[in-house]
């Protein structure tokens, strides 16, 4: 089963703009974590925002967490083509278990 | 450092035929996962490896799905016999350790097409 829902499922903007995608979850988590995936290839860590935290940032990237709504943000600024990307977000519980990852978002750029 | 390597890149075959996927993970890294992406959706866990031992198996269809880490480094997984809905993208990838706050680091995948 899958525990992440991102939200929207496709966004298209244009190349500059910030680009904003939403994750929400269902059971308590101890990280939550963010990937991307480029078309036919694996996926790429992007950056781990822990339960105790509320919000981080690497580089253009700023990721939210408010565990009172079981919900994160990724938000990347000044977008460029090469983010064109699905990204994912992926629970990690408290235990053994492996990470269980949304859908995804399907972001498009364009130039 | 190295990334985590699979083989082979893609694979085509018979419904009823097996197959089988080969990964290895990054030097030191003690937990490896096999993941099955089918297209359109994220990634869902098959079986979860700490060092030689399976710590999680419960997605794993045993009745066709086998999968088994040499040593507690190479790992193979193997369908036998493959079905149609097995047409996906297996990936492999590997963290320090299970638990704790951890990225994985995954491998290109192998994209599998049961015809």
């Known amino acids: 089963s899958q525990q992440g829902e991102e939200d929207p499922q496709a966004l298209s903007i244009q190349e500059g703009e910030n680009a904003t995608m939403n994750c929400s979850y269902k059971t308590s988590i101890n990280n939550l974590q963010w990937y991307r995936q480029n078309s036919g290839r694996g996926l790429v860590h992007l950056i781990l925002i822990r339960s105790n935290e509320r919000e981080k940032h690497s580089g253009r990237l700023r990721v939210t967490l408010d565990t009172s709504k079981k919900s994160s943000s990724l938000l990347i600024t000044a977008s460029r083509a090469a983010d064109t990307a699905s990204y994912f977000c992926?629970?990690?519980?408290?235990?053994?278990?492996?990470?269980?990852f949304g859908k995804g978002t399907h972001l498009i750029i364009q130039p | 450092e190295a990334g985590v390597a699979q083989s082979p890149r893609y694979k085509i075959i018979e419904k009823r035929q097996s197959v089988a996927f080969w990964c290895n993970p990054i030097?030191?890294?003690?937990?490896l996962y096999w993941y099955q992406q089918i297209l359109g959706q994220g990634p869902k866990l098959l079986i979860q490896?700490?060092?030689?031992?399976?710590?999680?198996d419960s997605q794993l269809p045993k009745d066709r799905f086998s999968a088994e880490r040499l040593k507690g480094v190479d790992s193979t997984l193997k369908i036998q016999p493959a079905k149609l809905e097995d047409s996906a993208v297996y990936l492999c990838?590997?963290?320090?350790?299970?638990?704790?706050?951890?990225?994985?680091?995954f491998g290109s995948g192998t994209r599998l097409t049961v015809v």
């Open positions: 992926a629970t990690a519980g408290g235990g053994a278990d492996g990470l269980t």
């Open positions: 030097s030191g890294h003690a937990t």
């Open positions: 990838a590997s963290s320090w350790r299970t638990g704790g706050n951890y990225g994985y680091t």
């Open positions: 490896f700490q060092n030689n031992g399976v710590v999680d």
